[in-house]
């Protein structure tokens, strides 16, 4: 039987961050434990050319750089901070790990499935033996797994598979390129810009590579997510939110204001975009990207046969040369918003939007300096990962509210302001810049307004209201 403080259900990004802040602020032992062999979760089943597309500056936990804060010079990334590869990503938490550990506060358990509780404990079962083991939780269940990334490698696919139709996860692309003359990208999302990106970047040819694309997708262009020297961009971008939330007339007025600023961009102007899963692209990726012309757009695939493709709308013709290349992993699963502090029981979730690692690791650090769920569930609501554009209102102007309740809790402010996951920290030294300036300043003039309009924007969206200039959004 184990003893401990504090079970952490997950060795994700997000468990291990909770706990590094944890153990750096509480003399308290904690317990991780996960169903996979190492740390860092969905990482390590990534495919081989997956990266980073936040830079490496502030991803991971707060006690550790990941990366040299470089700057890259080459590539589609120049000009831009680096970005750690999947690889350097899977290191970095063994390493990680391996520091939480030598504290001696923590132990880290892996091949370890949380299988509920009976009256003495919680029940872990080792995946090794099959053994069923207890464990006596002293203070709380950190449950970091709740919006457990979903993945190529391990995800089942929501369509039917023909056993003649040639059908691969992204994973596999590299390994089975050669053989490929035809291609067929299956999913809107970041995986599927990576995928493409990854052939392009090969020498297929665009007119080799067609993509089923469900939904059309708004990214963030790379631009604003430039941490450090850079931090008036991210400033700038957050700006452009305020001014676009305060002024806009409803979510498509909004959203053509973020499209007129730079702050959105979607692959083809042209279509309805509905699809915000706060993921960015760069310039290079958006302009390689548009030179694919073959899109499907006729809802999801329901069956992919020998030679057509059957969706939601339609079907069209495929053939045996074509190679499908499955890229419809949900990534950030859409859980409903749970407090974080519950009873015996702590759920992360994300609070600052396009901030995970930040999220858990100040889940930690109110954990272990605040008494009282309510107090710090005041704090640290919860946020919901964004799916589409409806969720674009509710997400941001929950952020801006949640991060004035932090500025009115001085140790908090304190620790937000210096820690390496904040995306902002470096925005002080940078104050006296004009362009800083002019973006704090429209920051501030548009900030209150624009959050009682996305609140508005929000609940209209909620009540189901049809806006007539949403229809087109749909
Ligand atoms: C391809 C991809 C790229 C991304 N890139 C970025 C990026 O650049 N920047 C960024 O900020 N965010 C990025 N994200 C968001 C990403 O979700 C987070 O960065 C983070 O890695 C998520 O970690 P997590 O711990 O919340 O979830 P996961 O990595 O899914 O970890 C959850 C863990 O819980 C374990 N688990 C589940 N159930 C149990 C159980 N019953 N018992 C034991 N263990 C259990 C699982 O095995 C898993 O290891 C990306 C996401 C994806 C999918």
């Avoid at 023909?162 to 053989?179: E, F, K, M, Q």
């Avoid at 939007?353 to 008494?371: C, Q, V, Y």
Wanted: charged letters at 25%.
């Amino acid at each position: 039987m184990i003893e401990t403080d504090y079970l952490v259900v997950g060795a994700g990004a997000s468990g291990v961050a909770f706990a590094d802040a944890l153990v750096t602020e509480a003399d308290v032992e904690v317990t991780l434990i996960d169903r996979r062999s190492t740390p860092g979760g969905h990482w390590s089943d990534a495919y081989p050319f997956v990266r980073l597309h936040t830079p490496s500056a502030y991803y991971g936990v707060n006690s550790l750089p990941l990366g040299r804060d470089r700057v890259d010079v080459v590539g589609e990334n120049a000009g831009y901070y680096e970005r750690a590869t999947g690889t350097e990503v899977r290191e970095y938490f063994a390493v990680a790990a391996e520091r939480l550990a030598g504290t001696g506060q923590v132990r880290i358990l892996a091949e370890r499935e949380h299988v509920g509780q009976d009256v003495d404990g919680e029940l872990v079962r080792d995946l090794r033996t099959g053994a069923v083991e207890q464990v006596v939780v002293r203070r709380k269940v950190v449950d970091a797994r709740y919006l457990e990334a979903s993945v190529p490698a391990t995800h089942t696919p929501t369509f039917a598979v023909d056993a003649r139709a040639r059908v691969v996860p992204i994973n596999d692309l590299p390994t089975v390129a050669d053989s490929v003359s035809l291609y067929t990208l299956l999913g809107s999302g970041k995986t599927a810009v990576d995928a493409c990106m990854w052939l392009l970047d090969n020498d297929v040819s665009p007119e080799r590579i067609r993509w089923v694309r469900p939904r059309e997708a708004w990214f963030h262009d790379r631009a604003h997510f430039q941490p450090l020297e850079q931090v008036g961009a991210i400033m700038q971008g957050i700006s452009l939110d305020a001014e676009a939330g305060a002024q806009a007339e409803d979510l498509e007025d909004m959203l053509a204001r973020l499209e007129e600023s730079g702050r959105l961009v979607r692959i083809d102007p042209s279509q309805p975009a509905t699809m915000y899963r706060s993921t960015m692209l760069s310039a290079r990726e958006l302009y390689a990207l548009r030179r694919i012309d073959d899109v499907v757009r006729l809802g999801r695939v329901r069956r992919i046969e020998p030679d057509r493709i059957v969706l939601e709308r339609g079907a069209v013709e495929t053939g045996r040369e074509v190679l499908h290349v499955d890229c419809t992993a949900g990534g950030l699963r859409d859980a409903p918003a749970t407090p974080i502090f519950q009873p015996g029981r702590i759920v992360l979730q994300q609070v600052r939007h396009n901030s995970p690692t930040f999220n858990a690791a100040l889940t930690g650090f109110i954990e272990a300096r605040h008494d009282g769920d309510t107090d710090k569930n005041r704090l640290c609501p919860p946020n919901p990962y964004p799916n589409s554009t409806d969720d674009w209102p509710r997400m941001t102007s929950r952020t801006w509210r949640t991060e004035r309740r932090w500025l009115s809790d001085a140790d908090l402010a304190a620790w937000v302001s210096q820690s390496r996951l904040n995306l902002l920290r470096a925005l002080p030294e940078h104050l006296d810049e004009p362009p800083v300036q002019d973006a704090v300043k429209r920051y501030l003039t548009h900030v209150g307004t624009a959050i009682e309009r996305l609140q508005q924007l929000s609940s209209l969206e909620r009540a189901g209201e049809q806006h007539p200039s949403n229809q087109g959004m749909r």
